[in-house]
């Protein structure tokens, strides 16, 4: 059978498909832009930023974007509409190339035991799903992955998480609901550390930043897995949900505010018109995305690579 995991060949096909609702926006609205024009002219320009900022890119990334196309224009004296879409696609992508430059590579490293992720995000954005599907990926790149149900505020939370571990064939730390987050965290990074875990994920409960006791006690469970392992977390992945479009933008804004996110995986990217998010995120935070969720399926989950996106957004 086929896999459509981070790495694999089918994963364009997969993006393509997952991309398809705000594809298929983007160019219908991108076709009015055009319609009984052959040149790029003011109007042009202006009907084009709006749809940029009706895709829900952002209004300071679409006047970057804006801007770019403009200087085009006045150099190159003629741009005739029918290269619109080409140029549009060209200074996204440059544009996105000059921010948090690199493309992820997952190479993983700490000192001292496991390599440790801590989920982090406000309700129902998908850490859970993301954490099933990242355990997958990672282990059939072979590492040994370890789950932590450091979301004890609901029953089900553990229960999804243990549903997510049994799939994924990933032993699962977890202890009864209403525990303390910190302490399930602490005997995860202890089992992983004495069974040689490559990898750690610390599932957390859904959190809304201005919830000063809840974002504290992130800072709690950070503190006591220090203890266990002295430079972990190594990476605090904030979820965000990207069919809430300008939603997800504010709540990356807050959330980075007050915690030390190193990374970020927009979700829900199928199924939405609004995946124009994924480019003003990536302009607007030097906090790189690192993932994009494009289905529910444990498959559904892909490495962002800027160029990669910004092709199939506009490719037809
Ligand atoms: N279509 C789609 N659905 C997704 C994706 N990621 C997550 N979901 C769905 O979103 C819903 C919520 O996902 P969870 O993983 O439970 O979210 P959570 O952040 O853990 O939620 P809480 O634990 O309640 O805070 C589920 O129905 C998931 O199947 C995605 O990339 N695409
Ligand atoms: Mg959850």
Redesign the pocket.
């Known amino acids: 059978m086929a896999t459509f995991g981070i790495f694999s060949n089918e994963k364009k096909e997969t993006l393509d498909k997952?991309l398809e609702k705000t594809k298929e926006s983007v160019f219908k609205k991108l076709s009015r832009v055009v319609v009984g024009k052959s040149k790029v002219d003011d109007e042009v320009l202006d009907n084009l930023e709006e749809v940029l900022i009706s895709s829900d890119v952002g209004v300071n990334t679409t006047l970057k974007i804006i801007k770019r196309i403009e200087e085009r224009v006045s150099n190159e004296k003629y741009l005739g509409t029918s290269e619109l879409n080409i140029i549009l696609k060209e200074e996204i992508a440059s544009l996105l190339e000059e921010n948090n430059s690199e493309n992820i590579d997952l190479s993983f490293s700490s000192s001292n035991g496991p390599y440790v992720i801590m989920?982090v995000?406000?309700?129902?954005?998908?850490?859970?799903?993301?954490?099933?599907?990242l355990a997958h990926q990672f282990k059939q790149l072979g590492k040994n992955v370890y789950l932590g149900a450091a979301?004890t505020?609901?029953a089900?939370?553990v229960d999804?998480l243990t549903i997510w571990a049994d799939r994924v064939g990933v032993p699962i730390v977890k202890q009864g609901m209403g525990s303390d987050p910190a302490s399930v965290a602490f005997d995860t990074l202890t089992s992983a550390k004495a069974n040689n875990a490559d990898i750690v994920i610390i599932?957390t409960?859904?959190?809304l930043h201005n919830k000063v006791n809840l974002m504290n006690e992130l800072g709690k469970i950070k503190k006591v897995m220090q203890k266990v392992i002295s430079d972990a977390p190594h990476e605090i992945l904030l979820?965000l949900?990207?069919?809430t479009g300008q939603n997800a933008f504010e709540q990356a804004k807050q959330f980075t505010n007050v915690t030390d996110v190193t990374a970020l995986a927009l979700?829900?990217?199928?199924?939405?018109a609004k995946g124009g998010v994924a480019i003003g995120i990536s302009d607007q935070f030097k906090i790189p995305v690192k993932y994009?969720?494009?289905?529910?399926g444990i498959e559904?989950?892909q490495i962002f690579n800027k160029k990669e996106f910004v092709d199939s957004l506009f490719s037809k």
Request: net charge negative; glycine share 24%.
């Open positions: 997952g989920v995000g406000v309700n129902g954005v998908g850490k859970t799903t993301t954490i099933g599907k979301d505020f609901r089900a939370a999804q599932d409960a859904g959190r979820i949900d990207g069919s979700t829900k990217l199928d199924g939405t994009i969720g494009i289905g529910e559904d989950l």
